[in-house]
């Protein structure tokens, strides 16, 4: 079988195009391996620039003071429960109402679809926010992380379009002359078929809650609630704090214990992520593409 045969512009193009994919991967994937490879260096190589590709100084001692405070593993089990179960509450808040703007004879789905739109472009701010949630109770208890922000707009508009372009609507009727109501074409049908838009819409509400630090610093004070990202923060804060009224040696000292912090933090907080994202990655790309295509 002959193979087509590339012109020299072919080839060029090629070429420039292999050569700055190239470069785009590296000014992309380098600040992540460079934070890998610091984060078992030693900080005074990293601080004065000398360790560039490889690691200099080989070391974990930011890992194990890292997992030396006991409030870390507090911290982790915490944000494992608010991304379980808020994850959880987000799809199948999301779904549902996705599922009832995609159904044609819904009578009032515009007005719906209205009073959902309206808070992507209004809020009402921080502290009514803040108001509301003390005075109902959530204030400082774990459902505070769960329940704010249990939807996302535009995650609702995917899933809709998804549903409406996806899933036929000659299927529900068809299931209706078997006597299929809408709750059990929902739960029997709809969801086996919206696989991938719930992986989704998992993917995009969990790294939502993992990431998930202002949430914590407003409505939580119990440090025993703090989530994972919370916690870390108190780590650095309480490496570098009052280093203006130590002495000159503890200073130095506290600093190093700073730099050599800061790089395993980033790790300790971004492994779980980085691990789940690549069988996530197609799932990912597929919902980008439903919510571009409809609106």
């Not at 939807?151 to 609702?156: D, E, K, L, Q, T």
């Not at 000159?248 to 933090?265: N, S």
Request: with cysteine; aromatic share 14%; charged share 15%.
């Amino acid at each position: 079988m002959n193979s087509v045969k590339l012109s020299k512009g072919d080839r060029i193009f090629d070429v420039i195009n292999y050569a700055l994919l190239t470069i785009v991967l590296i000014v992309v994937l380098y600040p992540l391996y460079f934070v890998v490879i610091a984060s078992v260096s030693n900080p005074t190589f990293v601080n004065n620039g000398s360790m560039a590709l490889w690691p200099k100084g080989f070391m974990l001692d930011g890992y194990r003071k890292v997992f030396e405070y006991a409030d870390v593993w507090v911290g982790y089990r915490n944000t494992i429960f608010y991304t379980i179960f808020g994850t959880a509450l987000n799809v199948i808040i999301t779904l549902g109402i996705a599922y009832t703007l995609s159904r044609k004879h819904f009578l009032g789905k515009g007005a719906l679809m209205a009073y959902i739109l309206f808070p992507m472009f209004f809020s009402g701010g921080l502290i009514p926010t803040f108001l509301i949630v003390k005075k109902i109770g959530l204030y400082n208890t774990p459902l505070a992380m769960i329940i704010i922000g249990a939807i996302n707009i535009f995650n609702v508009i995917i899933a809709r379009t998804y549903i409406q372009g996806t899933i036929p609507e000659e299927l529900f009727e068809s299931a209706q002359i078997d006597g299929c109501n809408h709750f059990t074409y929902f739960f029997r049908i709809i969801l086996p078929l919206s696989i991938s838009i719930i992986a989704v819409l998992a993917l995009y509400y969990g790294v939502e809650h993992w990431n998930d630090f202002f949430n914590s610093l407003i409505y939580l004070s119990n440090k025993s609630l703090f989530s994972l990202q919370l916690v870390l923060r108190g780590i650095l804060i309480q490496s570098n704090v009052q280093a203006d009224m130590l002495e000159a040696e503890d200073m130095v000292r506290r600093q190093y214990e700073a730099e050599l912090l800061k790089y395993a933090l980033i790790i300790v907080t971004s492994l779980p992520i980085l691990i789940v994202y690549p069988f996530m990655q197609k799932y990912f790309v597929k919902g980008v593409m439903v919510g571009s295509v409809k609106g």
